[in-house]
């Protein structure tokens, strides 16, 4: 299991929200580049990042930042939010984005996940963000009605590989993972799990490795110290 520490944008900083509220957030960084090249200092074999304002449809706030990551930070990155056709997945892919992910798109728009996959291929996951088990769109502001395992299954039909899951309801919590729908969505598909929202401490790492998942996605365990990157890397 990799260990990846999350980067999400807003306005050129780097934030955290909890639960997804917007009214909630707090500024854990004003230098996301500097930020970027301490997670890689640290040992991270991986970086996500949220764009924030995408998500919201604030397109291009932050393009100049993600490039500068992506050019001086020598690790692969993972990119989601707002990208919503096939111009913005090329775009970020051009500019090196190892991974783009698609959220609202990807249930929304099954023929832009088709053609992308067909494309890019593995460089393609899907964010697959839930509340009360029914997938949530447009930066968690609505929840569809189609359940989250029902989803995964049609994703990897299409040839999605990797899918990042986060409970909603434990997002920026530092209450645990939700080990048991976890769980569930690993015994339903075979693609890579990246496990998302609610990590707080090594324990709920320890967790998830027995779970012999593919990664897990800190944040902000990592920005208020209950986590080590160093450690956790090693671990």
Not at 24 to 29: D, K, P, Q, T
Not at 51 to 68: S, V
Not at 105 to 125: M, Q, R, S, T
Request: aromatic letters at 6%; a negative charge; glycine letters at 8%.
């Amino acid at each position: 299991m990799i260990i990846i520490p999350a980067i999400d944008l807003i306005n050129k900083k780097c934030v955290r929200l909890y639960k997804g509220e917007f009214s909630s957030l707090e500024v854990v960084g004003k230098n996301p580049l500097e930020v970027a090249k301490k997670f890689e200092a640290e040992g991270a074999k991986y970086i996500h990042i949220v764009d924030l304002d995408g998500a919201r449809g604030f397109n291009n706030k932050n393009i100049d930042i993600i490039e500068k990551i992506v050019e001086e930070v020598k690790i692969p990155i993972e990119l989601g939010g707002g990208i919503r056709d096939i111009d913005s997945i090329d775009l970020f892919i051009e500019k090196g984005v190892s991974r783009v992910i698609l959220g609202t798109a990807a249930l929304n728009n099954k023929e832009l996940l088709l053609k992308a996959v067909d494309k890019y291929g593995e460089k393609i996951a899907v964010g697959i963000d839930a509340k009360d088990e029914y997938v949530a769109v447009n930066g968690w502001t609505k929840v569809s009605k189609i359940h989250y395992i029902d989803f995964a299954k049609e994703i990897e039909k299409i040839g999605i590989e990797t899918i990042i899951f986060t409970d909603i309801s434990r997002d920026g919590t530092l209450k645990g993972p939700n080990l048991n729908q976890l769980m569930k969505l690993k015994e339903s598909v075979n693609c890579n799990i990246i496990a998302s929202g609610g990590i707080k401490n090594m324990k709920d790492l320890e967790d998830l490795k027995e779970m012999d998942l593919y990664g897990a996605i800190t944040g902000k365990a990592v920005y208020s110290g209950n986590i080590d990157l160093k450690e956790a890397v090693k671990l």
